[in-house]
């Protein structure tokens, strides 16, 4: 598996740390619900299809990457620096 | 039996070689299954299950019977395919799975038993009586099962990994391969051309048709001297493509030192991993076998084969031929043969309408169906329209048709598509993205088809990597057709084998049908066809073809099984090579780690660091008597300890203050410039990350500090929050661990001398203080912080003057009467003061467990804080960490039981003592239980600085383990 890092290019995938759904870029406001901040942390979608997951180039350039890939053909269709992906 | 002027071997260099203690000799060129056949040796092996009496099958890397064990100093390689391992002076090689001698094998009695030996035997037969099992059929089958054994040495041969990077990635140098490469060479891409063989040109090595006008050697030679003389052009021999992965990656196994006598700088095979934009499946096909009644004796094998060792290596398999076929590869195999000179009994040829052939006799419609000879082939029985007849024979070639090598394409999860015109499975198109299969292992079998694909398919790569093919003109080759009648099984008594290396019949495969294995990945797991090292290459359809008729089914409604990586087996120590001893992870030395070791320190591992356990003095026998010293050592004088493993992460930026307190639970805009304070840092979901000071070194400039262990850690977590949470913000961090070394000096003496160190003495410099100070004209940083509970402070320098200045601090700390201490001593300083690491933190701990809820500030938000909050995260249902003191002189043990005053006898009975730090469920009625309720509050780095408390009776010592 490779990944095309917006700042290094495209990079072997063991030089990225895999952190889980991109999920946890929502963080909820502090007084939320405890259901949402329940949901925040632990609920997960498993789809068959297209994913957003978040990927750290740890041995890179240290970049949090939201990396969309589909877990059926395995197809990376994009790759975008968190710190440029809206809240 | 060599022919005269026949064959690629080099025949002035001759190579001596033993096999099962026989000397004998072999050329250069040859491999080791050719070589055998040369020297008149048929039979080389015993079956896996039968034991019945193998040769040689095939001339390739599927060969399924012919596997030996190589010898070689005290590496012993079993199941080596006699048809890969090349000739080298001084091979010793050895058969398997026989005693006590080749000839003579005792559990040859399995063959006689064969009538309970089917398939699906070990499920009906080892059930009862149940006390069996494990006295005596497990250990019964463990003796007898598997094939070749092993040296019982460690393996401590050299392997190697390698990474590789192409435009084109060429698997195959046959006719396809070669010519694919060539037109994208010379279209400027970067090309890999890799195949598994030691020559490369495929089948062209081993047939006589004229390609270009001449012998096809010589334009095999020509387009490899022209690839060779191209910088965009790597050819790797001996390298087979073994796996296909993700994105164009696909794994590699070459054999470097394989081939030749073992030499210390050379290491045996090479795992590739090479990324390829675009990639051509050239990798031909494979001819299959036919079932019939004792089709494993020595001296049958594939016609091809025989092809291959009389055109290539100069060698005849037999002395009088036999061939049998579904298609012409028999009359191609028996003109070659005729024309070497070697007698050719008969080609039975299973087509009824079967053409007769100049110089030999056609037996249209036949089909064998029966072999005999004891140790080898000598006699056939054949059946016909007119009747049936016996031949005596030596050796006898087969060929049901061929199979496309399309494995690598079902990598990906792809399902080849059958073919009933070639009655084959063929690569589905677009299988793997970027993988274009080609020729041969397309379905195209000849020659002129495979030029021409080769051509097509680098065109069709070329267009994906936006290259212009050159015009180029295809040489002029044998195109003859491919028409086949399909034959899987002849019917009749006797078993028939379809895969050889698994010993599994046809009978075998009917049976599971019968017993309703009919799907087709059922029959493979009840018969094991398919599951020997050679995957059933030379099995896998003629099986599911039985299948097929068995059930009353098509091939396609039966289905393929899976073609796994990897294509050939790849040995685990190639894959993973560098990984043996300490090459298993990195290790990481401190800047005194040279002075460390000089004085006879013990060193310990702390994450990928090595740490000094104790420095042992003349005269101490154990690591308690250096560790206790050393504790006294520094709550009476000074000591000196490294503590560079920390984490330190340099944090810049207008926002670095407000970006802290979003990380910490605690406050730090408040902290003053030239302080330090103790930190506390949660996950999200509300239990504990890290701890550690953190230093205001400047208005914008902070300097945090993890734990050892959680460095890496705490600095992914500060760059997610900093890049998801804080777009906007003006704050930087970075990792400068390995750019300071940094010495704890503790003690009543430390300031002494620090003083008779520093440029200028320390004037004020109150706890919890931080500056920067000069160390012999350097520039360093002071830290007034303590790990163990005594006046303590922290020395950092640039790492580049680390061992100078810890050798500087240990004479100075020894001319006061102190020293270094090491990392048990550490670990009692700071468990005698309650200094919490991440033996406690252990990422199921809270703020509240730790007694640290106090801490978490209620005035900010910060990470963790919402979800620490949670019901079952806080209140008296909660783990606690608590403090405790035993009564007494008595010393806890590690896990040892608390117990309640009074009823000691008891206890002790049951464990002992207690320990401190122990995590117990409700410690408040403590107060009157075994241990007096001498409870200090687990606390950080700054928290309780004081002096040891009056009520101090016994020094508790933790068991060796853990470290800050």
């Known amino acids: 598996m490779r990944i095309?890092?917006?700042?290094?290019?495209?990079?072997?995938?063991?030089?990225?740390?895999?952190?889980?759904?991109?999920?946890?870029?929502?963080?909820?406001?502090?007084?939320?619900?405890?259901?949402?901040?329940d949901d925040y942390l632990h609920l997960r979608d498993n789809p068959a299809g297209e994913t957003r997951d978040l990927w750290y180039h740890e041995l890179g350039c240290a970049s949090w990457l939201v990396v969309t890939r589909n877990t059926v053909t395995h197809e990376i269709s994009a790759v975008e620096l968190v710190a440029e992906v809206s809240a | 039996m060599r022919i005269d002027g026949k064959g690629l071997v080099d025949r002035s260099t001759r190579i001596d070689f033993r096999f099962d203690g026989q000397a004998l000799t072999g050329f250069e060129g040859d491999t080791l299954a050719s070589a055998l056949l040369a020297n008149?040796?048929?039979?080389?092996?015993?079956?896996?299950?039968?034991?019945?009496?193998?040769?040689?099958?095939?001339?390739?890397?599927?060969?399924?019977?012919?596997?030996?064990?190589?010898?070689?100093?005290?590496?012993?390689?079993?199941?080596?395919?006699?048809?890969?391992?090349?000739?080298?002076?001084?091979?010793?090689?050895?058969?398997?799975?026989?005693?006590?001698?080749?000839?003579?094998?005792?559990?040859?009695?399995?063959?006689?038993?064969a009538p309970f030996l089917s398939a699906g035997f070990y499920y009906k037969t080892f059930m009862w009586p149940r006390a069996f099992w494990e006295s005596l059929y497990e250990?019964?089958?463990?003796?007898?099962?598997?094939?070749?054994?092993?040296?019982?040495?460690?393996?401590?041969?050299?392997?190697?990994?390698?990474?590789?990077?192409?435009?084109?990635?060429?698997?195959?140098?046959?006719?396809?391969?070669?010519?694919?490469?060539?037109?994208?060479?010379?279209?400027g891409a970067d090309v890999i051309?890799?195949?598994?063989?030691?020559?490369?040109?495929?089948?062209?090595?081993?047939?006589?048709?004229?390609?270009?006008?001449?012998?096809?050697?010589?334009?095999v030679e020509r387009v490899l001297a022209e690839l060779r003389s191209m910088p965009n052009v790597r050819l790797m021999t001996r390298t087979a493509v073994t796996s296909v992965h993700d994105d164009g990656t696909y794994g590699a196994l070459e054999r470097v030192g394989l081939h030749l006598a073992p030499a210390a700088d050379l290491p045996r095979e090479c795992f590739w991993r090479i990324v390829a934009r675009q990639a051509v499946l050239a990798a031909g096909a494979l001819e299959r076998p036919i079932a019939f009644a004792n089709n494993d004796r020595p001296g049958v094998m594939t016609a091809s084969a025989?092809?291959?060792?009389?055109?290539?290596?100069?060698?005849?398999?037999?002395?009088?031929?036999?061939?049998?076929?579904?298609?012409?590869?028999?009359?191609?195999?028996?003109?070659?043969?005729?024309?070497?000179?070697?007698?050719?009994?008969?080609?039975?040829?299973?087509?009824?309408?079967?053409?007769?052939?100049?110089?030999?006799?056609?037996?249209?419609?036949?089909?064998?169906?029966?072999?005999?000879?004891?140790?080898?082939?000598?006699?056939?029985s054949v059946?016909?329209?007119?009747?049936?007849?016996?031949?005596?024979?030596?050796?006898?070639?087969?060929?049901?048709?061929?199979?496309?090598?399309?494995?690598?394409?079902?990598?990906?999860?792809?399902?080849?598509?059958?073919?009933?015109?070639?009655?084959?499975?063929?690569?589905?198109?677009?299988?793997?993205?970027?993988?274009?299969?080609?020729?041969?292992?397309?379905?195209?079998?000849?020659?002129?088809?495979?030029?021409?694909?080769?051509?097509?398919?680098?065109?069709?790569?070329?267009?994906?990597?936006?290259?212009?093919?050159?015009?180029?003109?295809?040489p002029e080759a044998e195109d003859a057709a491919y028409t086949l009648h399909p034959l899987w099984a002849v019917p009749g008594k006797g078993r028939a084998w379809l895969d050889f290396a698994n010993d599994v019949t046809v009978k075998d495969v009917e049976l599971a049908a019968q017993e309703s294995f009919r799907s087709v990945e059922h029959m493979k797991r009840y018969t094991t066809q398919g599951m020997a090292p050679d995957q059933g290459k030379n099995s896998n359809v003629g099986a599911l073809a039985v299948l097929a008729d068995t059930t009353g089914r098509g091939i396609p409604e039966t289905g393929t099984t899976t073609f796994r990586p990897p294509f050939s087996p790849v040995s685990i120590a190639a894959m993973g090579a560098g990984g043996r001893a300490e090459g298993f992870a990195p290790q990481r030395f401190t800047t005194s780690h040279r002075p460390t070791?000089?004085?006879?320190?013990?060193?310990?591992?702390?994450?990928?660091?090595?740490?000094?356990?104790?420095?042992?003095k003349p005269g101490e026998t154990t690591w308690r008597e250096a560790c206790d010293r050393e504790v006294r050592m520094v709550r009476g004088c000074v000591g000196v300890s490294d503590v560079s493993t920390l984490g330190k992460i340099d944090i810049q930026g207008a926002d670095a203050a407000r970006f802290l307190d979003l990380v910490y639970t605690n406050t730090f805009s408040t902290l003053p410039v030239g302080r330090v304070r103790y930190g506390l840092m949660l996950r999200e979901d509300g239990h504990v990350l890290d701890d550690g000071t953190t230093a205001r070194l400047g208005e914008q400039h902070y300097l945090m500090t993890t734990t050892t262990a959680a460095a890496g850690l705490v600095m992914r977590h500060l760059?997610?929050?900093?890049?998801?949470?804080?777009?906007?913000?003006?704050?930087?961090?970075?990792s400068v661990t390995e750019a300071w070394a940094q010495f704890a000096i503790a003690g009543p003496k430390a300031r002494a001398l620090l003083n008779s160190l520093l440029d200028a003495p320390l004037s004020d410099f109150p706890f919890m203080a931080c500056g920067a100070v000069s160390v012999h004209g350097t520039p360093a940083r002071l830290f007034r912080i303590s790990f163990s509970g005594e006046e303590g402070y922290e020395l950092a320098v640039p790492a580049r003057y680390g061992e100078a200045l810890f050798r500087d601090l240990v004479n100075r700390a020894e001319t006061l009467g102190g020293g270094p201490y090491g990392m048990e001593a550490l670990n009692v300083l700071r468990i005698e003061k309650g200094f919490i690491t991440h033996a406690e933190i252990h990422g199921r701990t809270t703020a509240f467990d730790i007694g640290m809820e106090g801490m978490v500030s209620a005035k900010k938000d910060c990470i963790g804080k919402a979800a620490a909050q949670r019901p079952g995260l806080v209140g008296p249902a909660r783990e606690q960490l608590v403090g405790l003191r035993p009564l007494g002189d008595q010393a806890p043990t590690a896990g040892a039981h608390l117990f309640t005053l009074g009823e000691e006898g008891e206890a002790r009975d049951r464990s002992g003592l207690c320990h401190l730090g122990l995590l117990v469920a409700d410690a408040g009625p403590l107060a009157g239980a075994g241990l007096p309720a001498q409870r200090p509050r687990p606390q950080g780095r700054d928290g309780a600085a004081g002096r040891p408390s009056a009520r101090h009776r016994h020094p508790l010592r933790g068991h060796p383990s853990g470290c800050a």
């Open chain 2, 719 to 734: 760059d997610f929050v900093q890049q998801a949470f804080c777009k906007g913000w003006d704050v930087r961090t970075i």
């Open chain 2, 193 to 219: 051309l890799a195949d598994e063989d030691a020559r490369m040109g495929g089948r062209l090595l081993a047939e006589t048709a004229p390609l270009d006008g001449g012998p096809a050697v010589d334009w």
């Open chain 2, 383 to 474: 059946s016909h329209p007119g009747g049936s007849l016996t031949l005596d024979t030596d050796c006898l070639g087969i060929s049901g048709g061929w199979n496309p090598t399309l494995h690598l394409t079902c990598h990906l999860n792809g399902r080849p598509t059958w073919d009933a015109g070639l009655a084959a499975f063929v690569p589905t198109p677009g299988a793997v993205p970027g993988l274009i299969p080609a020729g041969g292992a397309k379905g195209l079998f000849s020659t002129a088809a495979c030029l021409a694909d080769g051509r097509r398919a680098a065109v069709e790569a070329l267009g994906a990597l936006d290259l212009t093919a050159p015009e180029m003109a295809l």
């Open chain 2, 597 to 616: 070791v000089e004085r006879g320190a013990p060193m310990i591992e702390a994450g990928l660091w090595y740490r000094p356990s104790y420095f042992p």
């Open chain 1, 4 to 37: 095309t890092c917006p700042l290094c290019g495209t990079r072997d995938r063991r030089e990225f740390y895999y952190y889980g759904a991109e999920d946890y870029l929502h963080r909820p406001a502090p007084d939320a619900a405890p259901e949402t901040w």
């Open chain 2, 40 to 113: 008149g040796v048929k039979l080389v092996g015993r079956s896996f299950k039968y034991h019945r009496p193998r040769g040689i099958l095939t001339a390739g890397s599927e060969e399924p019977s012919a596997l030996v064990e190589i010898l070689e100093g005290n590496q012993q390689t079993p199941n080596v395919r006699a048809t890969v391992q090349e000739l080298h002076e001084g091979l010793v090689a050895r058969s398997q799975n026989r005693w006590p001698s080749l000839k003579y094998d005792l559990l040859a009695v399995n063959d006689l038993a």
């Open chain 2, 306 to 380: 025989i092809r291959t060792y009389l055109n290539r290596y100069g060698v005849a398999p037999g002395r009088k031929v036999t061939l049998f076929a579904n298609n012409d590869e028999a009359r191609r195999t028996a003109r070659d043969l005729i024309a070497a000179g070697v007698s050719v009994a008969a080609i039975i040829d299973s087509r009824p309408d079967a053409a007769p052939e100049d110089g030999c006799r056609v037996i249209a419609g036949g089909t064998v169906t029966d072999t005999r000879g004891r140790h080898a082939l000598s006699q056939i």
């Open chain 2, 139 to 187: 250990p019964m089958i463990r003796r007898a099962a598997g094939l070749g054994s092993l040296s019982g040495q460690h393996d401590d041969a050299a392997y190697e990994k390698a990474y590789a990077f192409c435009d084109l990635l060429v698997i195959g140098a046959g006719p396809t391969g070669l010519m694919a490469a060539l037109t994208a060479a010379r279209a």
